[in-house]
């Protein structure tokens, strides 16, 4: 099999992280050769505005492999974000050569403000996109014909792939490769980058434990992360209580009027998110996930996933999990 080429933009001010993480997560991807020997599944090429050196926002230097006007024929284009892409002569410069090579490339993808030179070609008008919580109210504004979805962590519209902050970029990739090479190709990636397949929630920006954190200031904050990622533990009202050094009666109220939910609520949902998780991305039968995040009892964990996804825990793992037969 021929190495698919990805063509990733650079440019002076560019978030090194948006072009590095999907850089690295498609040279990671392998496929098997005719004789069975693995080798690379993509051929990763790094185009600058001219030849010359290109230096990210955090000072890392690049030097590009071809320019945007000598690019061979790629079949993906990945525009990264950064603050030079919103300065309008390097803005301009890349969305007329994305207009210029859209109709023969099958697949373009903005990570994080990537979007504002992709949007900034009309090629978007009228489609689903996202982009960095921070900006797209920003990008909302001044693209008032996108369909601006903020809290996604990437959306697909046609061949047009849009992606939230950062970290997002290596989540669309990893959908790209899932989508060309399928799951068990992916997943062998995330696992080399040892990140998750598809992050919990699936659709929140940030994780849950920061998400958390931006909510409430106080040792709640510390609290609420260490509930989502300790779900095993004791969490009942009063060792969580304990544990904030607030009377139950005190601790029930406070958390209440933090985060809007009881404290058992709370632990639920964050043990329903850890669960989900670990059905898609872990090699565990459904008792076993239901007893590592801290359910009495399978069935009390069926009826919980159930009610809360409108979807079994089996049904879920077929749709999203591993191929694999668990584990008992």
Request: glycine content about 6%.
């Amino acid at each position: 099999m021929k190495p698919r080429r990805i063509g990733i933009v650079g440019f002076d001010q560019v978030d090194a992280l948006d072009l590095v993480g999907p850089a690295e997560a498609f040279a990671t991807a392998q496929v098997n050769d005719a004789n069975d020997n693995p080798v690379r599944a993509y051929e990763v090429v790094v185009l600058g505005l001219t030849n010359s050196q290109f230096v990210a926002e955090s000072g890392i230097v690049f030097q590009p492999q071809a320019t945007l006007r000598g690019a061979p024929t790629l079949d993906t284009i990945i525009i990264p974000g950064g603050a030079g892409l919103r300065r309008a002569d390097t803005n301009r410069a890349v969305a007329r050569w994305i207009e210029d090579r859209a109709k023969k490339t099958r697949r373009i993808v903005s990570i994080c403000t990537g979007i504002y030179a992709l949007a900034a070609t009309g090629l978007l008008d009228s489609r689903r996109a996202t982009t960095h919580w921070r900006f797209a109210a920003d990008v909302a504004r001044r693209f008032p014909n996108l369909r601006i979805e903020p809290n996604a962590l990437f959306i697909r519209d046609g061949n047009f792939y849009t992606s939230a902050g950062v970290t997002a970029g290596i989540d669309l990739t990893l959908a790209l490769i899932e989508e060309d090479l399928g799951r068990k190709a992916a997943l062998r990636v995330a696992r080399d980058l040892v990140v998750y397949l598809k992050r919990p929630g699936g659709q929140d920006q940030y994780s849950e434990p920061l998400r958390f954190q931006t909510i409430a200031t106080d040792r709640l904050a510390e609290l609420a992360s260490w509930i989502a990622t300790n779900p095993q533990r004791d969490l009942s009202v009063v060792a969580l209580a304990n544990r904030a050094c607030l009377s139950p009666r005190h601790f029930v109220r406070r958390f209440k009027a933090v985060f809007n939910q009881t404290p058992g609520a709370f632990v639920q949902d964050r043990r329903l998110d850890e669960a989900r998780r670990r059905l898609s991305a872990e090699n565990l039968s459904i008792d076993a996930v239901a007893a590592s995040v801290g359910f009495q009892s399978a069935d009390a964990f069926r009826r919980a996933f159930r009610h809360r996804f409108r979807i079994t825990p089996a049904r879920y793992r077929r749709n999203f999990g591993l191929d694999e037969k668990p584990t008992p």
